[in-house]
C-alpha cells in the first residue's frame, strides 16, 4: 500500500498527483473527508468497485455515492429540476450525502437496486477538493466502516494494520473523525432526512 503523508489544510501538490495516477490506473483509495476517512475509486472502474464492496462487507442492496468537486457534472449523474438544482446549490458544499434519482449514465451496479438513486457528496475538505479538482471527474465513495464494525476507522495506525494487504493507496490526514454525514433523500416530493450526522439538515426538515 502507498501511504501519502499529505497534510490537511495545505496538500502538497505532488502527492495529490501521485494519488490521482494511481487512482486513474484502476486503484483503491482510502481518503480523509469532511466527515469520517472514506474508501474510493473512478467510478467506472468495476473491478475496483467490487473491491470496495468486498473490503466493506456491501451487499448489492447498498447505496453507493459519487463525491464531486461542485455541481458541474451532476446532470450526467442524476436527475435533478431546477428546483432541486436551486436547492443543492444553495446546501453545498455540505457534510451532507444527498439521494437523487439516477441517471441512465450511471452504472447499474451503483444504483439502489429498487429506487434507482444515487448518492451525491460535494465536500469542503482541501484534500478531497484538490483530489477531484486533479483527477477531473467525480469518484465513487463509501465510509471506512469495516464488516462487524458500527463505526468508521479513524487512525491511520489502525487503518494501516487492518488494510495494507487490501488497499492500494492510503492518503494520511492525521486522525480522523468517528462522525458520518447526514443523509437526505431528494428522490420523492419532498425532502426526507434519512441520517443525522455532521451536516446541517434544518433546511430539509
Known amino acids: 500500500m502507498l501511504h501519502l503523508r499529505i ?18 490506473a484502476g486503484d483503491v483509495v482510502i481518503y480523509p473527508t469532511d466527515a469520517a476517512y472514506a474508501i474510493g475509486c473512478q467510478i467506472g472502474n ?13 451487499d448489492d442492496k447498498h447505496q453507493y455515492a459519487i463525491i464531486c468537486q461542485d ?19 444553495a446546501n453545498t458544499p455540505a457534510i451532507t450525502t444527498f439521494i437523487l434519482p439516477a441517471s441512465s449514465e450511471v452504472p447499474r451496479r451503483l444504483m439502489h437496486p429498487k429506487k434507482k438513486t444515487i448518492g451525491l457528496r460535494i465536500p469542503s475538505n482541501p484534500i478531497c477538493q484538490m483530489l477531484l479538482q486533479e483527477l477531473g471527474e467525480p469518484m465513487i465513495t463509501s465510509t471506512l466502516i469495516l464488516p462487524k464494525q458500527s463505526e468508521p476507522l ?3 495506525y489502525d487503518i494501516e494494520m487492518q488494510l495494507s494487504k487490501h488497499v492500494d493507496v492510503f492518503i494520511d490526514a492525521g486522525m480522523g473523525t468517528l462522525a458520518t454525514t447526514s443523509i437526505v433523500d431528494l428522490s420523492q416530493d419532498y ?13 430539509f426538515e
Do not use: M
Not at 455541481?71 to 446549490?89: G, H
Open 7 to 24: 497534510h490537511p489544510d495545505n496538500p502538497q501538490p505532488r502527492l495529490i498527483q501521485q494519488a490521482v495516477e494511481r487512482i486513474r
Open 46 to 58: 468495476k473491478a475496483a468497485i467490487e473491491r470496495i464492496a468486498r473490503i466493506r462487507g456491501l
Open 71 to 89: 455541481l458541474s457534472d451532476i446532470s450526467n449523474y442524476a436527475k435533478v429540476d431546477n428546483a432541486t438544482f436551486r436547492l443543492l446549490k
Open 154 to 156: 479513524d487512525d491511520p
Open 191 to 203: 425532502p426526507v432526512v434519512v441520517r443525522h450526522g455532521l451536516g446541517d439538515v434544518s433546511n
